[in-house]
Each structure stands twice: as C-alpha cells, then as structure tokens.
C-alpha cells in the first residue's frame, strides 16, 4: 500500500461534524449578552456571575458531553486516534 492509500484509511473511522448541530449567536443571546456586559461594567466587574451562568448553559447546548470526554481518555476508551 503506498503513503496515499495509508492516509485515506487513517481517516476512515473519524466521524464528521455534524452541520444539523452548527451553533449561531442569535440576536437575543448577543442583546443578552450586552445587557450584562452593561451591568457588570457600571458594577466594576469583568464577567459577572449571569454572564458566566450563561455561557456555560450555551457551551452545555453546542458540547453536551464535553465533561464525559476526559473520562473516557483516563479509563482507556477511545483516545485520541480513535483506536
């Protein structure tokens, strides 16, 4: 097999992205967004607790399982070339 044919089956079990999950900032998130920049600048903080609440329920939306990942790394699941 030459070099071409090992890289193209390198690839083979690698899933693509998934375009139906393809996360977008909205109007209302970015207005929302700006609502508590707003508010925790007149307070003198830099990313106050509802901005920090916020983005950690949009992260959870676009990377639901992102907390079982590591886990599953450590107890010898897929790695990270999916063998």
Same mark, same amino acid.
């Given at each position: ?23 977008? /900032?909205?109007? +209302?998130?970015?207005?929302?967004? %700006? ?9 003198? $903080?830099?990313? =106050?607790?509802?901005?920090?609440? /916020?983005?950690? +329920?949009?992260?959870?939306?676009? %990377? ?9 790394? $450590?107890?010898? =699941? ?6």
């Amino acid at each position: 097999m030459d070099i071409t044919g090992i890289a193209k089956s390198h690839h083979v079990g690698i899933p693509k992205p998934s375009s139906k999950k393809e996360w977008k /900032l909205s109007d +209302s998130l970015r207005e929302q967004i %700006a609502g508590y920049a707003r508010e925790d600048a007149a307070q003198g $903080v830099y990313m =106050g607790n509802k901005f920090l609440a /916020l983005r950690k +329920s949009e992260v959870a939306k676009a %990377a639901p399982d992102r907390a079982g990942i590591p886990s599953r790394l $450590v107890r010898g =699941g897929e790695g990270r070339y999916g063998i």
